[in-house]
């Protein structure tokens, strides 16, 4: 596709109801990270991949969060058990190789997440 | 952490007028990168200025880059009411960019 997309654009879900949050990169990159945008604050890094894999999961809050990515392409975040702290945007970038000093991310819509 | 931490929080200027937003961070970096985030596109990369560059121009756009000080500047000129976002340094030092809280920036007519 011409961008990164993610859906659904808006989610509005119950305290303790798991999520699922889904990324679409733009073709043929192969790196594809999650972050998160709450209210005020910055964006904090949860997760990358480069191709299938995650090499790095550091970023993610706890052990409610996993995330996906299946042939090389679309990627899932899933939260268990949501919090009302876990309402943020969620957004989703993708970049050509990754670890290089010159790959530019390009980032998709987000995802506004409110745990109710 | 690598966090960019950007200054001032919010900045209000008239259009045509030159707008500076500064980053500073605290390790070293392979490279470091300005981004734009409005309610109408969402977040779009500006510019990328490497590590062993000094200064960089894009259009209306000059990035300035000193690792001495672990510093850099965004600079707009000849602002316009379209330059209205957030504006956010993220250094970068393996895959993962480490956004600030960004500078809000305001251009009035």
């Known amino acids: 596709g011409a961008g990164v997309s993610q859906s659904p654009s808006n989610k509005v879900t119950e305290k303790g109801k798991d999520v699922e949050l889904r990324c679409d990169p733009i073709s043929g990159h192969t790196a594809l990270y999650w972050y998160r945008q709450s209210l005020g604050q910055g964006l904090e890094f949860l997760i990358y991949?480069?191709?299938?894999?995650?090499?790095?999961k550091s970023g993610l809050p706890s052990d409610r969060f996993s995330a996906e990515r299946t042939g090389g392409s679309v990627s899932t975040l899933t939260i268990q058990r949501t919090q009302q702290e876990d309402s943020a945007v969620y957004l989703c970038?993708?970049?050509?190789?990754?670890?290089?000093?010159?790959?530019?991310?390009?980032f998709g819509p987000g995802t506004r997440l409110t745990v109710l | 952490s690598q966090q960019g931490e950007e200054d001032p929080q919010a900045l209000s200027i008239q259009e045509g007028e030159n707008a500076t937003m500064n980053c500073s961070y605290k390790t070293s970096i392979n490279n470091l990168q300005w981004y734009r985030q409005n309610s109408g596109r969402g977040l779009v990369h500006l510019i990328l200025i490497r590590s062993n560059e000094r200064e960089k121009h894009s259009g209306r756009l000059r990035v300035t880059l000193d690792t001495s000080k672990k510093s850099s500047s965004l600079l707009i000129t000849a602002s316009r009411a379209a330059d209205t976002a957030s504006y956010f340094c993220?250094?970068?030092?393996?895959?993962?960019?480490?956004f600030g809280k960004g500078t809000s920036l305001l251009v009035t007519p």
């Open positions: 970038a993708s970049s050509l190789e990754g670890r290089l000093s010159t790959d530019t991310q390009y």
């Open positions: 991949f480069q191709g299938n894999s995650a090499p790095d």
């Open positions: 993220a250094p970068y030092s393996g895959y993962a960019l480490n």
